[in-house]
């Protein structure tokens, strides 16, 4: 009967986490008008969160653009189809790699960071410093880095996007010899606004506020020790990578039927 | 009991505490008196929860049974607003001094005031040097934390604590891994800005000879219950084995050398299991 107890706690202390992030979610949303007073505190976040992660965004979104020119091109030319390119490459990052890669290495490049940082003002007594000054640190400290998250993920995740059309337009056009009126107009014509680059787009505000919301989570409730700190930087890049890839399945299946 | 003649009423005054970690009792029934305007010092070893007893009087633990009443307000009876409203009349330096990183001296010494206050940034830059200069430390107000030494961080923790002028301040360990002159620099200004403030101060230490040199009163806590209780004096004269061996620094008594454990002799060449 061991295993049935061990399931039991297992499912108790999930059961006790989650409600503890959702507490701590709607904690963190009672702090939004003293943000919205101060938004000093977002701009220093938006700073961190989602201007030091423009480079490998950036740098990210061009290869994995460029990749996409060379496997589209060899795929589609094999059915004479060169033509197509461009669509095959927006569509492929505006609805799916644009939110999907640029959340993966948000959680690896931002989230993690957020967590250590929560983790580690935990660990130094900064945080019990702050609630003893009449300060909250759910309002003051967490707040500005959940919005400046989900600020964020969308403008990188469009940047991400764009950049990879231009990367792809290198490959396909510059390189490999497509039609660069072909490239352009097809993709015009064919990409969707609201099909194609909003569904985009709210699949990428969605990450936003699910890799954010883990990241500080992770931070916030970890053991305020040298390994908790590691532990809770681990689980935030785990979490957030399956809660990504099982939530873009869920989306897609709603969004494109 | 006071130095200086203060008016004796209690400014913290704890009855029947009790809180458990799990099955273990941190406090067992514990009733504790803060004289406003006195330097209260609850000592005893290691573990014994001298810091959980702060945090259960800011506010920041709930007890499992018991009260505790801060300048007449039962401190877990509060709503959130009362509670930090209480809390910016309470001051408390941590064991890590628990400054900002991110901020410099200045700014964290600064942060309560433009957190409460509406006070224009020439008046915070004045009070703010006035609080470096009460702790020695005005010429490093553009010092990043990581640039202190751990008496210095203390020190600005204090001026950060002091901040906003608190009716008391709670103090974790000040005394732990100091070198002898940051150690004697806390001792006086800890009972400096009690006289001189008038601010009730509750030290929590393990450093008999310190906390002893300024306390006007001693609460000696072990095995969650309050053991023994008087002035520095009163428990240096105390005939309490437990207390002798405490304030001694005696290896052995009351509390053993040895961790329970086995025989020795059946440890050493019985069956290892």
């Known amino acids: 009967m061991d295993w049935l107890a061990r399931l039991g706690r297992s499912g108790l202390s999930f059961a006790a986490r989650l409600g503890r992030a959702n507490l701590l979610m709607l904690g963190m949303l009672r702090g939004l008008p003293q943000m919205i007073r101060r938004p000093r505190l977002l701009l220093e976040q938006l700073l961190s969160v989602g201007v030091l992660t423009v480079l490998i965004i950036a740098v990210s979104g061009v290869f994995v653009g460029m990749v996409l020119g060379l496997q589209g091109y060899y795929i589609l030319s094999r059915f004479g189809a060169e033509a197509t390119l461009g669509v095959m490459v927006a569509a492929s990052l505006v609805r799916e790699l644009g939110p999907v890669v640029t959340a993966l290495l948000f959680a690896g490049r931002a989230g993690s960071a957020l967590s250590a940082e929560i983790g580690l003002m935990k660990a130094t007594e900064q945080l019990s410093g702050l609630e003893m000054m009449a300060v909250n640190p759910e309002h003051r400290v967490l707040t500005p880095r959940l919005m400046a998250g989900i600020i964020s993920m969308p403008l990188l995740a469009a940047m991400f996007s764009v950049l990879g059309v231009y990367g792809g337009w290198f490959v396909g056009v510059g390189l490999l010899g497509v039609d660069e009126g072909t490239y352009w107009a097809q993709m015009q014509s064919q990409i969707d606004w609201s099909d194609d680059v909003l569904n985009g787009v709210v699949k990428s505000v969605v990450f936003g506020v699910v890799c954010t919301w883990i990241a500080i989570f992770q931070g916030y409730d970890c053991v305020p020790t040298s390994e908790g700190v590691s532990r809770a930087t681990t689980r935030t890049v785990v979490h957030s990578s399956l809660a990504v890839l099982g939530l873009d399945f869920v989306l897609t299946a709603l969004m494109f039927n | 009991m006071n130095r200086h003649s203060a008016p004796i009423d209690t400014l913290v005054?704890?009855?029947?505490?009790?809180?458990?970690?799990?099955?273990r009792a941190i406090f067992d029934g514990v009733d504790i008196d803060i004289p406003r305007g006195s330097v209260t010092a609850i000592m005893g070893p290691s573990g014994t929860g001298k810091t959980t007893l702060l945090k259960l009087i800011g506010g920041q633990l709930t007890p499992?049974?018991?009260?505790?009443?801060?300048?007449?307000?039962?401190?877990?009876?509060?709503s959130t607003s009362?509670?930090?409203?209480?809390?910016m009349r309470m001051g408390m330096l941590f064991q890590s001094g628990a400054l900002l990183t991110d901020l410099s001296v200045f700014e964290n010494v600064?942060?309560?005031?433009?957190?409460?206050?509406?006070?224009?940034?020439?008046m915070i830059r004045k009070l703010v040097l006035m609080k470096l200069e009460a702790v020695g430390l005005r010429g490093a107000h553009s010092l990043?934390?990581?640039?202190?030494?751990?008496?210095?961080?203390?020190r600005v923790a204090l001026a950060r604590a002091i901040a906003l002028d608190p009716m008391m301040i709670m103090y974790d360990e000040p005394f732990t891994g100091q070198d002898p002159i940051s150690m004697g620099v806390l001792v006086q200004l800890i009972r400096r800005l009690n006289d001189a403030a008038r601010i009730t101060s509750v030290v929590v230490s393990h450093d008999v000879a310190e906390a002893s040199q300024i306390a006007d009163l001693i609460y000696v806590i072990s095995d969650g219950r309050v053991i023994e209780s008087g002035s520095p004096k009163q428990l240096r004269d105390s005939g309490g084995e437990w207390t002798r061996q405490f304030i001694g620094g005696l290896p052995d008594g009351p509390v053993p050398f040895h961790y329970p454990a086995p025989d020795l002799e059946s440890d050493l060449f019985g069956d290892p299991k």
């Open chain 2, 82 to 87: 009362q509670l930090y409203r209480l809390r």
């Open chain 2, 144 to 154: 990043m934390p990581s640039e202190l030494s751990g008496g210095m961080a203390r």
């Open chain 2, 64 to 78: 499992d049974a018991g009260s505790i009443e801060v300048d007449g307000q039962n401190v877990h009876a509060l």
């Open chain 2, 13 to 23: 005054r704890i009855r029947g505490l009790k809180f458990y970690r799990g099955s």
């Open chain 2, 110 to 122: 600064a942060y309560p005031l433009r957190e409460h206050t509406r006070l224009n940034s020439s």
